[in-house]
């Protein structure tokens, strides 16, 4: 233990954040445990079923799907001389920046009864009524999953790629010495091997499938996030959406579990990357058919609905849609930037303190305040109404009490709210960020101030900070786009007449007036684009 | 003894730039070479290209009479019947022992396969260990696990790259005689990449010296260090120090003495030096004046003592600051002695530039 370090406002300042970060979350399943039996078994007896149903076999439909999609368009991009390559690397990453409701929005519009693509088969062939010809409905559950598996897919994508490209050139080798080609050793060597890291990203996708909200309550499929929704705004029904949020972390959890088994798993990766010296020559027809599947992919990923998106915008905007734009666009920033100002400075304090502070518990304020990032925006939401909720009573009630004028719901019912959940639910993105960023600042550097005299104070703003600049500002982008795009948490948390890019948005969606909101959605594809841009550079070097 | 390798003025570039130039080599069945050289001297290309994995730029290579490698005429590696153990034995880590054994042999019938598994689990010490993953092995015990599978096929060639360099330096002469043993009663020919001249001496029946792409020396390793052809070679094996000379006639004048009666090709010349090995040195015993030499370094070694000499009266032209000396005679730091060169067979080299 570093002497001088263990000053105690430091001590206490990181231990009550981190717990104030936990706390919502334990307060939530608290309330959710302590909810009354009958509740769980009139919940049982009638819609959880369908629910937990629903949500598994949409996860298990999209994990199957971004499988199917992911691991190849890997395999092409690392393994063989498919065309453009250069170019679908990256191409490849865009659609994790597209909404999946966004998507489904459009393909909607695309491909439904009144859409173009119906209409111009009607004209063609000479059909007049559904009656007249069979067409898939896309407003389903394997529509969802088709929609979100679209959007999801960059995940298995990236982890499987890089996985191939890390692995030992040397047992690639190991095989052709013992008589296998070049294709026959991807299969019994490259393949197996990457099987940890496709079942991180497939343990990655089930979590956001589980998370989504938007897509699905969209197309009218009922999910436990749905549920939660409607059961707290449709019924105001606390209780039980503070149960069904509890059945869902418990998901959560096992996925979460699954992850880091799988993550343990990949100890394969070596030092000595595969250089690419060998790929799998493909014949002229398969380089075809492996180019379509890649340009598909990054077609209806990506371009196609950010051309819908585009061509709506040159249609329908005008000076109002910009005044609205610029109104929700500040309310977004306003949060997005206090989340990620305050989440960095807070992941800063837990970063310094787990390095500086060697005792054996220094790293828990690190770990407990990352436990909100696997948790969906929906269950956030319903940790901090069940614990701000009655927190603002009590003050009302304190204010009473001592002959105050009531101060209102000033936790619970204004941006502060939405701020903190922003907080728990983006705390572990900017904790790895800066914690790597600590880990690449030798030890010494922490001894060699004291020996010159330096103290503690003055050692952090002239060595540290100026060190973990770069991880700082990485850290405050992710955060801050993230904070941009989250949906489920603000619409169930905003203040009245409070809209932010997503919600309204999500709201023109609903009503099925996008057109009202494309630049909006432009904005906000724009804002998700720019992590990716971050992790394709960082990929590169 | 049939000839297994032949390489004729191979050469092999990357991008336009030379990496191997002009190597020819000849390797008998059951020899083992020791490709030795700093490290970018093109040793591992050379393993890699013999292996397939690099192309060649010129020249030829023939394997076991039959084959021929040429430029025009590719053989991809799994049609080379070459074994090879990689420095970091890239074992399989999903596959269990046995499994990483059998793993180029899958087109033998089960029975045989298991019979030559099991065959080389018991050459190898390796019969416990069959069913557990290359992690839960010790580095001896994976290197043999690599050698085991990289034999399975019988290969007519074993290409073995830092065989050692993994190795606990404790046990690794031990090792080195094992896995020599092993090979010699298999009649393997072997060829193994090294920068420790130990190494050669212990293990390679044969040694290359390689530098910059080329091979300098090839040879039995008491032959090479009997007659280095070049200064690269004596220097990279260490085999003495550098002193300079006058020549004028047949004598021969140094800072530590004169020989009279040099015959041979020696010449004056920028930057030629004479070979000096330890052996070829002596204190004169007794003598109290004439000292040419002074001690600036000692260092301890398990046959006595090391010492470093300066010349200490020599005209500047001659003046050295650097003679190894090998004595069990103890001696001050600083201290002013007489040495004198045993006659021997003249080494002389011009020093290049690097």
Redesign the interface.
């Known amino acids: 233990m570093i002497s001088g370090n263990n000053s105690k406002p430091w001590l206490t300042t990181t231990w009550l954040s981190a717990l104030a970060l936990l706390a919502p979350v334990l307060v939530m399943l608290l309330a959710g445990i302590g909810a009354p039996a009958d509740l769980f078994v009139h919940l049982w007896q009638t819609v959880l079923p369908d629910y937990i149903i629903n949500t598994l076999l949409l996860g298990a439909l999209v994990v199957v799907l971004s499988l199917c999609f992911g691991v190849p368009a890997a395999i092409f991009i690392a393994q063989t001389n498919v065309l453009g390559k250069k170019y679908l690397r990256w191409l490849l990453l865009l659609p994790l920046a597209m909404p999946a409701y966004l998507v489904a929005y459009l393909y909607t519009d695309l491909f439904d009864y009144a859409g173009p693509v119906q209409r111009f088969l009607r004209a063609s062939f000479g059909w007049s009524s559904p009656a007249d010809y069979w067409f898939f409905d896309l407003r389903t559950l394997p529509g969802a999953a088709v929609i979100l598996s679209l959007v999801l897919f960059p995940y298995v994508y990236m982890l499987a790629r890089t996985a191939f490209e890390q692995q030992?050139q040397?047992?690639l080798?190991?095989?052709?010495?013992?008589?296998?080609?070049t294709r026959q050793s991807f299969f019994k060597?490259a393949l197996?091997?990457a099987r940890p890291a496709v079942a991180v990203a497939a343990s990655l996708v089930l979590m956001e499938t589980l998370a989504d909200f938007a897509t699905v309550q969209y197309f009218a499929v009922n999910t436990l996030t749905t549920a939660i929704y409607d059961t707290w705004l449709g019924y105001g029904d606390l209780t039980s959406a503070n149960a069904l949020a509890s059945v869902l972390m418990l998901f959560i959890l096992f996925t979460v579990v699954a992850e880091q088994k799988s993550r343990a798993g990949q100890?394969?990766q070596?030092n000595?990357p595969n250089k690419q010296?060998?790929v799998i020559v493909l014949t002229p027809w398969q380089q075809a058919g492996a180019g379509i599947f890649c340009w598909f992919l990054v077609l209806a990923g990506f371009v196609l609905p950010l051309g819908l998106l585009l061509q709506m915008a040159f249609e329908y905007s005008d000076a109002e849609q910009l005044s609205q734009l610029m109104n929700t666009g500040k309310n977004s920033l306003e949060v997005a930037v206090y989340a990620a100002t305050l989440t960095v400075l807070l992941a800063l304090l837990f970063g310094l303190y787990r390095r500086l502070h060697r005792d054996r518990f220094a790293h828990v304020p690190q770990v407990i305040s990352g436990f909100g990032y696997a948790i969906p925006g929906t269950v956030i939401a319903m940790a901090m109404l069940a614990t701000f909720g009655p927190l603002d009573h009590w003050i009302n009630d304190l204010a009473e009490m001592l002959g105050w004028q009531s101060p209102g719901l000033v936790l619970s019912g204004s941006i502060f709210v939405i701020v903190f959940a922003f907080i728990v639910r983006f705390a572990a993105i900017a904790n790895g960020t800066i914690a790597s960023g600590i880990g690449q600042i030798p030890h010494s550097l922490d001894l060699a101030p004291a020996s010159l005299g330096v103290g503690l104070k003055k050692m952090l703003l002239k060595v540290h900070l100026p060190l973990l600049k770069p991880s700082l500002l990485v850290a405050w982008l992710l955060v801050f786009v993230e904070a941009m795009k989250e949906l489920p948490a603000v619409l169930l948390l905003r203040p009245f007449n409070f809209e932010t890019l997503s919600t309204q948005v999500y709201q023109l969606i609903s009503d099925e007036m996008l057109e009202q909101g494309a630049l909006g959605a432009i904005l906000i594809v724009l804002f998700g684009l720019l992590p990716i841009i971050w992790l394709n550079r960082t990929n590169s070097h | 003894m049939s000839e297994i390798l032949n390489l004729q003025q191979v050469a092999v570039n990357f991008d336009d730039k030379s990496i191997l130039a002009d190597i020819s080599l000849r390797l008998a069945c059951g020899e083992i070479l020791g490709l030795l050289g700093p490290s970018g001297c093109g040793k591992t290309t050379l393993l890699n290209t013999l292996a397939g994995f690099v192309t060649l730029a010129g020249g030829e290579i023939q394997i076991d009479g039959d084959m021929l490698i040429s430029p025009g005429h590719d053989i991809a590696p799994e049609h080379r019947h070459i074994g090879m153990i990689f420095q970091d034995y890239a074992l399989f880590p999903h596959l269990t022992v046995a499994e990483n054994i059998a793993f180029g042999i899958t087109k033998l019938s089960k029975s045989e396969q298991n019979l030559r598994v099991n065959e080389l689990l018991a050459l190898l010490k390796l019969a416990e260990h069959s069913g557990r993953y290359p992690h839960q092995l010790s580095g001896g015990q994976q290197q043999r696990v690599a050698i085991a599978r990289a034999l399975a096929p019988r290969p007519k060639l074993l290409l073995l790259d830092e065989p050692f360099s993994n190795i606990d330096a404790r046990l690794r002469n031990e090792l080195m005689l094992e896995i020599r043993q092993l090979l010699k009663k298999l009649q393997m020919t072997a060829i193994f990449v090294t920068h420790n001249k130990d190494e050669v001496f212990t293990f390679a029946d044969k040694v290359a010296v390689m530098h910059e792409g080329k091979l300098l020396q090839l040879g039995k390793p008491a032959e090479v260090c009997l007659q280095p052809n070049c200064y690269q070679v004596a220097d990279f094996l260490q085999l003495g120090s550098w002193i300079p000379y006058a020549l004028s006639g047949n004598e021969l004048t140094t800072a530590i003495g004169r020989l009279t009666d040099v015959s041979g090709a020696l010449e004056n010349g920028e930057s030629r030096f004479l070979l000096i090995k330890p052996q070829d040195v002596e204190i004169c015993e007794g003598e109290t004046e004439g000292h040419n030499v002074i001690v600036n370094h000692i260092s301890v070694t398990e046959q006595g003592y090391h010492y470093h000499l300066a010349s200490s009266s020599a005209p500047a032209p001659l003046a050295f600051d650097q003679l190894s000396l090998y004595s069990p005679q103890i001696l001050a730091l600083g201290q002013n002695l007489k040495v004198q060169i045993k006659p021997h067979n003249l080494l002389v080299f011009t020093k290049d530039r690097h």
């Open positions: 030992d040397n047992l080798r190991a095989g052709r010495l013992l008589g296998l080609s060597i197996p091997l100890r394969h070596s000595r010296t060998e």
